[in-house]
């Protein structure tokens, strides 16, 4: 019998060796569980990684899912989020206590919040489709590799005209210097803040905290709830980045991502737009 079609958005690939659950579509539930696991047989994968809506995730708990990290109000600032994994090898589980205790440390001590205006010299807009091929210089020279082709022009058309995916950057004299993007979910009200990427003879000039801001008040604007970040948890430099921007921290995904030639930890941060009453 010829399996269905899903309807949820799931990717896996040799690189980070997992399955990814992107959305989960209601209609694919609850096979979807067993289909993930036959994904993970056929390839010899070594985790399942789901981001599956809180009323579904008895069924997952229940097949030896566990729970790393959490988002509250995902969906339409009504229904929690919850990050899910499941390990088919045992040291791909264990964290990294030293560089655990190291955000740690960032979390004892207050945040340094206020406002933070960029140097003169540096001016920040969207960017367009126009902009592609200034963009994937910045992306090679931070990234040795990357879990998504950022690198490939026809992937960032595509995020860009077909997937929601807004890109923001920072110029110097006329130079793109920096970029980071919001990957959108207009119906649920919520964007991933992501890509960040800073030249880096110009870190050091808070310009990840800048384009964050920046992206915030836009989406804000355009009526999402809810903003959130998978930030590699060896980069302290932008796990500050998000508390002190007001993002609270709510777990960490353990070997979870390829990037930059290796699987790291990731942690994850969630900001909730406050509304006006």
């Not at 990717?11 to 609850?30: C, E, T």
């Not at 997937?163 to 990957?183: D, V």
């Amino acid at each position: 019998m010829r399996k269905r079609e899903l309807k949820s958005v799931l990717a896996h690939d040799k690189g980070s060796n997992r399955v990814y659950l992107i959305q989960l579509h209601p209609d694919d539930f609850p096979d979807i569980i067993e289909r993930l696991d036959t994904l993970v047989g056929e390839h010899d994968y070594t985790k399942i990684f789901a981001k599956v809506p809180a009323r579904f995730a008895p069924a997952f708990l229940s097949e030896g899912y566990t729970m790393e990290a959490f988002i509250p109000g995902f969906f339409k600032g009504m229904e929690d989020v919850l990050f899910l994994v499941k390990y088919f090898d045992a040291e791909r589980s264990r964290p990294d206590t030293s560089a655990l205790q190291a955000v740690q440390q960032v979390l004892s001590t207050p945040p340094s919040v206020g406002e933070h205006t960029p140097d003169t010299t540096f001016s920040l807009r969207p960017l367009t489709p126009a902009d592609i091929d200034s963009m994937i210089p910045v992306f090679s020279q931070v990234f040795a590799s990357y879990p998504f082709p950022i690198f490939e022009p026809a992937f960032l058309l595509r995020s860009m005209e077909q997937e929601g995916t807004r890109y923001f950057g920072a110029y110097h004299r006329g130079q793109l210097i920096a970029i980071s993007s919001a990957e959108c979910d207009e119906k649920a009200q919520n964007a991933e803040m992501t890509d960040f990427a800073v030249l880096p003879s110009y870190r050091g000039q808070r310009l990840a905290l800048h384009l964050l801001a920046m992206m915030e008040k836009k989406l804000e604007q355009d009526g999402y709830l809810t903003f959130y970040t998978i930030a590699r948890l060896n980069s302290l430099s932008m796990n500050k980045t998000f508390y002190n921007s007001g993002y609270h921290y709510s777990g960490t995904l353990n070997q979870n991502t390829q990037i930059s030639g290796s699987i790291e930890s990731m942690n994850v941060w969630y900001k909730t737009v406050k509304k006006n009453v």
